[in-house]
């Protein structure tokens, strides 16, 4: 575990370099403009924040820990960080040395509470992966517990000794960082920092507690129990704990590897569409999703043969369910409307969506994303990464130049969720177009958007139906209840009773009104359908005209009880 003094120099390491950097930012993008030198300052802004990206990278390898982790997370932001800094920081990776194994076997053993000899008939020393918050080693069950899972091969993730206390003190000095920076007005304005640190200081603890992972797994071996395309190792629960967790050995091809799923029969293309598949099964169908599915983490497992024809001979195996997301019904219907948005190559409704989800703030000046949107709609919808390739590269700088300068002034925030969905969308493409340069993420969404304008115009169709149900009743009931009342008033036993009266009489008018309006959407839809094939541009206008009377059609009575 590390010593009271080291902590402190850690912390104090941090703050120094953050300090260092804060100042040099305000000095270059606030002291000189005031100055009346913009222009100095502009030359050397992609350098000097290179430079900065360089040197966090630095110091991130150097201390390990949290910090690779915050390089990773901040290589993702794109809608906070210029592209100079997430370009840097996207080649970040956990490039630490292991620990030395008998730091490992203490933890290990203090965690089990026996000996490795005895929960294990083998663990293997050199460790198959390390990381910056555990590393992974193989090992072979005991006879029982082999008897008892079904399992003999296992991998073992332990955590490194003393990163609960490393994780403490890297957080306490972001959250001080942040409440730095959230005094800016310029940035606080832009970027609420302190709660993007406390998003990450929730992902962060989730990762470093193994039992979270284990259950993560389970649920996510649940989601695809009856999908043969797909699977995850199973958790020996008696040799798991919140530092120590084994899984099954699942080790197979890795996703990644094009000569060896060649060899071994399979197309690398299949295996991008599956990918793509199976992750937007994850996000809109399962609301729980891999928020890190990397080469690392995904194998491809071939089948033994089987007697179901139509089983797949081959699988992806995902593992490392530590950084998992979840969508909520809402945040999933938001996406829902974005997917719909991007089939259609619509911008303004993509811009309608982005605010929907929350993404925007209710007071964002919208008009130049519309517009952005809509020329990167006309010129780039629709485009895979090979046709991107062959488009002129100074027309595409040019475009992620502009586009990057409107995203920035805008007033927005990715909620954490969304980042996850960004993170793993972006993981996916790229695997996918690894595996195939001709594979186009566009033609991937189009089943999926095909499904929901299903599911769409079902709801819609359901909510007419339902609509046309009260109307046909209030109608049908209509002349009784007028007799009625006609029967009462010739035996002079009508009450006045004024409120009582003049509500039923506007919802009297207000069906009327709704009969009247469904009447009319009946008649200018189905001459249009009738006017469609000899006169086309007059058919098609009934048929748009008919949304307005339906529309009020079916929302009429909301508009009247909302009065009320």
């Known amino acids: 575990m590390p010593d009271v003094g080291n902590t402190r120099a850690r912390y104090r390491r941090i703050l120094r370099f953050a300090a260092r950097h804060i100042v040099q930012t305000w ?110 080693h193989r090992a072979r069950l005991s006879p029982m517990d ?28 972001l959250r001080r960082v942040a409440g730095w920076l959230s005094r800016v007005r310029f940035i606080a304005s832009r970027v609420d920092l302190p709660a993007l640190v406390e998003e990450f200081a929730a992902t962060s603890l989730e990762e470093i507690d193994y039992l ?80 890190d599915p990397h080469p690392g983490n995904i194998f491809v497992t071939p089948v033994e043969p089987v007697t179901d024809a139509s089983a797949p001979d081959w699988r992806l195996t995902f593992i490392d369910f530590g950084m998992m997301g979840e969508v909520s019904d809402d945040l999933r219907r938001g996406l829902q ?14 811009v309608d969506s982005i605010r929907g989800v929350g993404i925007l703030l209710p007071s964002a000046d919208t008009a130049e994303l519309e517009r952005a949107m809509s020329e990167l709609f006309a010129r780039f919808g629709g485009m895979g990464l090979a046709e991107l390739q062959r488009v002129d590269q100074r027309e595409l700088r ?33 695997m996918c177009s690894a595996l195939d340069p001709d594979f186009n ?3 991937a969404v189009e089943p999926y958007a095909a499904g929901l304008l299903r599911d769409e115009r079902g709801n819609v169709a359901q909510a007419i139906g339902q609509q046309a149900w009260s109307i046909a009743t209030t109608v049908a009931r209509l002349p009784q209840r007028l007799d009625a009342l006609a029967d009462r008033i010739e035996e002079g036993r009508l009450v006045a009773t004024s409120p009582r009266i003049e509500q039923r009489m506007s919802r009297l008018e207000r069906a009327a009104q709704r009969i009247v309006s469904a009447v009319l959407f009946a008649g ?17 206008t009934l048929i748009v005209v008919s949304v307005i009377p339906l529309l009020h059609a079916v929302f009429g009575g909301l508009i009247g009880r909302r009065r009320k």
């Open 441 to 443: 993420m566009w033609d």
């Open 524 to 540: 200018l839809f189905l001459g249009g359908i009738l006017l469609r094939r000899d006169e086309p541009a007059w058919g098609v």
């Open 398 to 430: 040019s475009f992620a130049i502009e586009f990057g300068e409107v995203m920035r002034a805008l007033p927005f925030q990715l909620p954490e969720n969304f980042l996850l969905i960004i993170r793993a969308m972006s993981l996916t493409s790229g």
């Open 212 to 291: 979270h992972e284990a259950g993560n797994a389970e649920r996510f071996a649940e989601n695809f129990a009856h999908d043969p395309r797909v699977a995850a190792p199973e958790v020996v629960w008696e040799r798991t704990t919140r530092r120590v967790l084994t899984l099954a050995d699942v080790t197979a091809i890795k996703i990644n590897d094009r000569d060896a799923l060649i060899a071994a029969g399979i197309d690398p293309k299949e295996v991008a569409n599956r990918f793509a598949s199976v992750m937007f099964d994850q996000l809109f169908r399962d609301g729980f999703f891999h928020a």
């Open 27 to 136: 000095w270059f993008e606030l002291a000189l403009p005031r100055l009346g030198l913009a222009k100095l300052a502009a030359r050397s802004r992609t350098a000097r924040l290179t430079r900065i990206a360089q040197r966090f990278h630095v110091l991130a390898v150097d201390l390990g820990g949290l910090m690779i982790k915050v390089g990773q997370y901040l290589s993702s932001r794109l809608d906070v960080l210029p592209p100079e800094i997430t370009k840097e920081l996207a080649g970040l990776q956990d490039e630490v040395p292991p620990v030395p194994f008998d730091a490992i076997r203490r933890l290990a053993e203090a965690e089990l509470g026996l000996p490795l000899e005895r929960a294990y008939t083998w663990f293997d020393e050199t460790p198959l992966a390390a990381a910056s918050l555990g590393q992974a």
């Open 337 to 350: 409307q974005l997917i719909l948005a991007v089939a259609a190559r619509d911008g303004k409704r993509l």
């Open 146 to 173: 082999a008897a008892d899972t079904g399992l003999d091969d296992a991998v073992v993730k332990i955590q490194r000794p003393g990163i609960e206390t490393i994780v403490d003190v890297d957080l306490a000095a």
